[in-house]
């Protein structure tokens, strides 16, 4: 599933500039940079510049990698999972406080031929996740912005009707609950 890259997109080029030229050690050296939200979540070489990303934007740069050098069995998916304090021990406390075992989480990674990459930090793997999964759609990275939030909120709404949940108060948590995730 690796390849080496052949040619000069902009992405590309910023990517030879790390001395990096294939696709496994791409995904490495975005898989070791921070997590964080850019400055502006439409533009993904900010992933590399600002040295720092989310699953959205280092999975989106990835998969306009792969488009850039036509490997196109490189799939960009959105999962829906149930994060909870189990794989994500820092927001254990979190969700204990609001009486919570799990929210509805969007989640994005790539898929080559079926296997699941997650690049969101050196600590992520799929395992974290893929137990848990609700539901995968696969996306463009332009959809990793306002589509992605729609999708998830849209779930989160149903979800929280279902449960007898206040939609806003839940948002709150699950915001707070990324902030976990960050520190």
């Not at 799939?75 to 999972?81: A, C, N, R």
């Not at 304090?85 to 820092?90: D, I, K, L, Q, V």
């Not at 539901?135 to 939030?149: G, W």
Request: glycine share 4%.
């Amino acid at each position: 599933m690796n390849f080496k890259f052949h040619t000069s997109g902009n992405i590309t080029q910023e990517f030879f500039k790390r001395g990096i030229s294939n696709f496994l050690d791409a995904m490495q050296h975005v898989k070791h940079l921070p997590y964080g939200r850019n400055s502006d979540r439409k533009n993904f070489l900010l992933v590399l510049e600002e040295n720092k990303g989310t699953c959205s934007s280092k999975h989106a740069l990835l998969q306009e990698l792969a488009i850039e050098n036509e490997f196109l069995e490189v799939k960009l998916m959105m999962g829906l999972f149930e994060m909870n304090g189990t794989s994500y021990p820092r927001i254990q406390k979190t969700l204990e406080a609001n009486g919570l075992n799990y929210i509805p989480e969007a989640h994005n990674y790539l898929k080559i031929k079926g296997e699941i990459y997650d690049c969101t930090s050196s600590t992520s793997h799929s395992k974290d996740f893929s137990p848990y999964l609700i539901q995968e759609i696969e996306i463009q990275p332009s959809d990793v912005t306002e589509r992605k939030i729609q999708i998830h909120q849209e779930f989160l709404k149903s979800w929280c009707s279902k449960k007898g949940f206040d939609f806003e108060q839940i948002w709150k948590i699950r915001e707070q609950c990324i902030q976990n995730l960050s520190v």
